[in-house]
C-alpha cells in the first residue's frame, strides 16, 4: 500500500521560509519520479514541482520557480520542498504525491502565509 506522510507545514510571515518533508513507502521509492502539489481554498490542485528518481532534474512551476528547491534522498525515502520568499499567494495545503495530479497523494500539510 502506497503510503506518503507530509510534514513541515505551519504559520510564516511574508518573505519567510518553510521547509516541507514527505516520508513515502510502499513502493519503488527510488525509480519513481516525485511530485509536489497544492491546493488553495476554491482552487483546484496545482502542479508545483516534480523530481526525477534520481534527483538529477528539477522542474517548477512558474509561480515557484527560483523560490522553491525541491530534493530527494532515496536511502530514506523522503522527498523534500524547501520554499523562500513566499508569499500570500503560496497558502494552500500541500500535498506530495506520485504523478503531477496528484491523484495518489498524502494527506498533505497546511502552509499559511500571513503578516
Known amino acids: 500500500e502506497v503510503q506518503l506522510v507530509e510534514s513541515g507545514g505551519g504559520l510564516v510571515q511574508p518573505g519567510g521560509s518553510l521547509r516541507l518533508s514527505c516520508a513515502a513507502s510502499g513502493f519503488p521509492f527510488r525509480s519513481r519520479a516525485m511530485f509536489w502539489v497544492r491546493q488553495a481554498p476554491g482552487k483546484e490542485v496545482e502542479w508545483v514541482s516534480t523530481?526525477?528518481?534520481?534527483?538529477?532534474?528539477?522542474y517548477y512551476s512558474d509561480s515557484v520557480k527560483g523560490r522553491f528547491a525541491i530534493s530527494r534522498e532515496n536511502a530514506n525515502n523522503t522527498v523534500n520542498l524547501q520554499m523562500s520568499s513566499l508569499k500570500s499567494e503560496d497558502t494552500a495545503l500541500y500535498y506530495c504525491a506520485t504523478d503531477a495530479t496528484g491523484s495518489q497523494r498524502g494527506r498533505g500539510t497546511q502552509v499559511t502565509v500571513s503578516s
Open positions: 523530481i526525477s528518481n534520481d534527483g538529477s532534474r528539477q
